[in-house]
């Protein structure tokens, strides 16, 4: 009996280091998928740097709550965990774009940056562009006027050499 004890406390604490360490975590429900789906979901995952991980759901609760987070509520039926050491929107983006073509998966509540996320917020950030996408936008608008400004210059030069 102590031994079982023990064990649940081990798996308890890893679990919890899991969520503390991870930039995102999201709790999905998955009954009903065809182990070929879930594989599929998993490799995608993996492509992302991401895993999947089927956790029983009283060992989630209790990790959850030693990191301070109230997930209380997601962890009711078959629930697999998603967690993403460092993009914070790869399992939401994945998971929801999956969510769209198959009804037996459902994105329930996570953990995004150390902050609760419920279903609606986990979906407008599944919408975000990708970190990689905004920086590259962020950069292009600046180039662009930054380029403006130095035509600008290069003009109000020319003008004054004429002068």
Do not use: H, W
């Amino acid at each position: 009996m102590k031994d079982i004890l023990l064990q649940k406390q081990k798996e308890v604490a890893e679990v919890s280091e899991k969520m503390k360490s991870a930039a995102s975590v999201v709790a999905f429900k998955y009954q009903g998928l065809t182990v070929e789906a879930f594989q599929n979901l998993r490799k995608e995952m993996r492509s992302l740097g991401c895993e999947i991980e089927v956790i029983k759901n009283n060992i989630s609760r209790r990790a959850a709550k030693e990191c301070g987070y109230d997930l209380e509520d997601a962890f009711v039926g078959p629930i697999a965990l998603a967690f993403s050491k460092e993009d914070l929107v790869a399992p939401s983006k994945v998971l929801f774009k999956v969510a769209g073509t198959n009804d037996k998966v459902e994105v329930v509540k996570g953990v995004v940056d150390g902050d609760v996320y419920s279903f609606e917020q986990l979906k407008t950030l599944s919408q975000l562009p990708s970190y990689e996408t905004l920086l590259t936008q962020l950069a292009a608008g600046m180039l662009g006027t930054l380029s403006q400004l130095s035509i600008g210059l290069n003009m109000l030069v020319e003008k004054g050499q004429e002068a």
